[in-house]
């Protein structure tokens, strides 16, 4: 098991986590919901988790994308899902947490509906800049967006998004007035990023160190707890005077609600035992996530107080997609 960070103390779980029973073991292949398109850090991430649980379930774990809504379509394919332990979901920050804020109705009720499995992975992020502001450090950009208000823009993979509702966090923490301007995925963003479009991003790093790299973009602070190895260099949010604005994305594994408890403890075991893997650990680190699993108390734990955090971001940046 990797623990990067400790995850929130398990007794705030939420009533519906069973006590882990042995017995189930699973009858057919099982099918992993990842609710994005193919190739992202998620996707892939649910890849490799897939491939050992292959091995240790005996049972063919297969991938498939079902994208649309910020993982509301996918989302609501696993809540509806017969709840016998065949059905797998990797759910995120903003589809677990964020969506039940934002948009006006939801298909599913997150808690309700889903029951935790294991944290699988997680992933810090980096406030980038474009080049063509004059700023080093991000207490400097902060003061010149402190002089220019509603004069700077953002961009975000869409709204709602990690990458959206954690630069809302650092505008609140750093009382400051950026525009936010939503794009189809963080690539599309990122180019105007470097082109200077947009002045500011907070993007996961795996996805900004080529062109940090390549001295196309400027890396301001990380948002992580520590300093994250990619980019030793660079200070974090607290290092730099905003430990309100600590922000990590993060990717879990799910399954239907109503699932017996017997099948939930054979699917933890399973996902803990995939990312214990050496080499699993590996390739996610190379696909820019941190492989950290969980208890199934410790997750809803987690969920639970990731919920109350963003929803506190949501209403306080009005945040709402109808």
């Known amino acids: 098991m990797i623990r990067r960070r400790p995850l929130i103390a398990a007794g705030l779980f939420a009533p519906f986590v069973a006590r882990a029973q042995s017995g189930w073991s699973a009858s057919r292949p099982l099918r992993f919901v990842v609710p994005y398109v193919a190739g992202g850090s998620t996707d892939i991430a649910a890849r490799i988790v897939a491939e050992r649980m292959t091995e240790n379930l005996g049972q063919t774990v297969v991938v498939e994308n079902r994208g649309g809504s910020g993982g509301n379509i996918g989302g609501d394919l696993v809540a509806k899902a017969p709840a016998d332990g065949h059905t797998l979901l990797m759910g995120t920050t903003g589809l677990l947490t964020t969506n039940q804020h934002i948009y006006a109705s939801m298909p599913f009720d997150p808690v309700r509906d889903f029951a935790p499995v294991s944290m699988a992975y997680t992933s810090d992020m980096v406030i980038v800049v474009t080049n063509r502001l004059p700023v080093r450090t991000l207490r ?28 809302e966090l650092f505008k609140i923490q750093a009382g400051i007035d950026v525009v936010h301007v939503p794009y189809r995925g963080s690539g599309a963003a990122m180019n105007d990023l470097v082109s200077g479009n947009i002045e500011m991003m907070l993007v996961q790093i795996a996805a ?3 062109n940090i790299a390549a001295g196309q973009i400027r890396a301001l602070a990380v948002t992580g707890p520590q300093r994250h190895p990619l980019l030793p260099q660079v200070e974090t949010v607290t290092e730099a005077g905003w430990p309100g604005a600590t922000a990590t994305s993060w990717g879990c594994v799910m399954t239907t609600g109503g699932t017996p408890p017997a099948a939930i403890a054979r699917l933890n075991q399973s996902v803990r035992a995939a990312i214990a893997d050496p080499a699993a650990q590996q390739r996610m680190a190379n696909a820019g996530v941190d492989g950290q699993s969980s208890s199934v108390e410790e997750l809803a734990a987690f969920l639970r107080s990731e919920t109350e955090k963003w929803g506190r971001v949501v209403r306080e940046a009005r945040i709402r997609v109808e």
């Open 140 to 167: 400097e950009f902060v003061d010149l967006a402190k002089q220019r208000p509603g004069a700077f823009s953002f961009g975000s993979s869409g709204h709602g998004a990690s990458t959206h509702t954690a630069a």
């Open 208 to 210: 900004t160190t080529g």
